[in-house]
Nanobody, 125 residues
Framework: QVHLVESGGGLVQPGGSLRLSCASP????????IGWFRQAPGKEREGVGG????????YVADSVRGRFTISRNNAKNTVYLQINSLTPADTPVYYC??????????????????WGQGTQVTVSS
């Protein structure tokens, strides 16, 4: 059974970078599409990108294109979200998600059934 664990969040100064990890200790992610989301207090969960299982392509939202990159390391059973040029607007909790029915990347959180616990990113000087 796949379950997801995010890590890599923390405090970073504006302009800095972070690499968030999404791992599945209980099972391989090789056959799953992975979505990355973020949610600020009082706001809806926002899709920022994902990795498709069907063609291996990575997709990022227009709002973060150029700063966010998604990749996979199959040997480590981990999907990464690289965030560069961080701003205070990038401060929310970040989640990865998957669903065995998905063969593509969806930016709609209702399409995902399995979620990690989230990792907090704080951008502050």
């Amino acid at each position: 059974q796949v379950h997801l664990v995010e890590s890599g969040g923390g405090l970073v100064q504006p302009g800095g970078s972070l690499r968030l990890s999404c791992a599945s200790p209980g099972g391989t992610l090789d056959y799953y599409s992975i979505g990355w989301f973020r949610q600020a207090p009082g706001k809806e969960r926002e899709g920022v990108g994902g990795l498709s299982n069907s063609d291996g392509s990575a997709y990022v939202a227009d709002s973060v294109r150029g700063r966010f990159t998604i990749s996979r390391n199959n040997a480590k059973n981990t999907v990464y979200l690289q965030i560069n040029s961080l701003t205070p607007a990038d401060t929310p909790v970040y989640y990865c998600a998957t669903d065995p029915r998905l063969r593509y990347v969806s930016f709609d959180p209702s399409d995902y059934a399995i979620w990690g616990q989230g990792t907090q990113v704080t951008v502050s000087s």
